[in-house]
């Protein structure tokens, strides 16, 4: 009886010793795909600014060219006497109305959306920024790592070590939307701070234009 208690109390610490084992293994494996993560996430957190705020820049200056030709048309046939001072002045103020109009219906959604994630975080514009590229991180990392195929050895592996296959996801993605939190700020402030700039010139170069235009 006491061999037996002698075999099974070996068995039992030489199980132990080899969980802990795999436990480190499975461990070590989730720190380097948190850190493959997290650099793959920023990278695309700033290619995906990037891209954004390009082509919202490019629609905006598309736009600001176009009131800009069709307020130097109405002051070229003005200009020409086609028309009397006064009814340019009444078409360059609904001309205007109607371009004030079109920007405040295609800036409503997004308005709408800021203040409401503002409103959510204290109106502070930094944790609400961050908060928002987190809570996508994670649902982005958690669905990839979700599609991606596990072998049935790594299955069997994660059970040893005590760990769910699930569970070791959600580990993950957790662990990169904090990274992703933490960052946002300081890897979106260039793209931000630029495409603030461009738009601030062109806004300058369409107002003076129209004090111009209409003086």
């Given at each position: 009886?006491?061999?037996?208690?002698?075999?099974?109390?070996?068995?039992?610490?030489?199980?132990?010793?080899?969980?802990?084992?795999?436990?480190?293994?499975?461990?070590?494996?989730?720190?380097?795909?948190?850190?493959?993560?997290?650099?793959?996430?920023?990278?695309?957190?700033?290619?995906?600014?990037?891209?954004?705020?390009?082509?919202?820049?490019?629609?905006?200056?598309?736009?600001?060219?176009?009131?800009?030709?069709?307020?130097?048309?109405?002051?070229?046939?003005?200009?020409?006497?086609?028309?009397?001072?006064?009814?340019?002045?009444?078409?360059?103020?609904?001309?205007?109305?109607?371009?004030?109009?079109?920007?405040?219906?295609?800036?409503?959604?997004?308005?709408?959306?800021?203040?409401?994630?503002?409103?959510?975080?204290?109106?502070?514009?930094?944790?609400?920024?961050?908060?928002?590229?987190?809570?996508?991180?994670?649902?982005?990392?958690?669905?990839?790592?979700?599609?991606?195929?596990?072998?049935?050895?790594?299955?069997?592996?994660?059970?040893?070590?005590?760990?769910?296959?699930?569970?070791?996801?959600?580990?993950?993605?957790?662990?990169?939307?904090?990274?992703?939190?933490?960052?946002?700020?300081?890897?979106?402030?260039p793209f931000l701070v630029s495409?603030?700039?461009?738009?601030?010139?062109?806004?300058?170069?369409?107002?003076?234009?129209?004090?111009?235009?209409?003086?």
């Open positions: 009886m006491r061999s037996v208690l002698l075999i099974a109390s070996a068995v039992g610490a030489g199980l132990a010793l080899g969980r802990k084992y795999l436990e480190r293994g499975v461990t070590a494996q989730k720190d380097k795909a948190i850190q493959d993560a997290a650099i793959e996430t920023r990278r695309r957190v700033k290619r995906h600014a990037h891209d954004f705020l390009r082509k919202s820049f490019r629609r905006f200056a598309i736009a600001t060219g176009c009131k800009l030709t069709i307020l130097a048309v109405l002051w070229g046939i003005y200009h020409t006497q086609l028309i009397e001072r006064e009814l340019f002045a009444v078409l360059t103020g609904i001309t205007l109305a109607m371009f004030l109009l079109r920007d405040m219906w295609i800036s409503w959604p997004f308005v709408w959306l800021g203040a409401a994630e503002l409103s959510k975080y204290g109106w502070r514009p930094r944790r609400a920024l961050s908060e928002v590229v987190a809570a996508r991180v994670f649902q982005e990392v958690l669905t990839e790592a979700r599609a991606t195929p596990t072998s049935r050895s790594t299955k069997i592996v994660l059970m040893l070590a005590g760990q769910s296959h699930e569970g070791v996801h959600l580990e993950i993605a957790t662990a990169v939307a904090a990274v992703a939190r933490d960052t946002t700020w300081n890897d979106l402030r495409a603030g700039i461009k738009m601030a010139a062109l806004t300058t170069i369409y107002s003076v234009s129209v004090f111009f235009l209409m003086a």
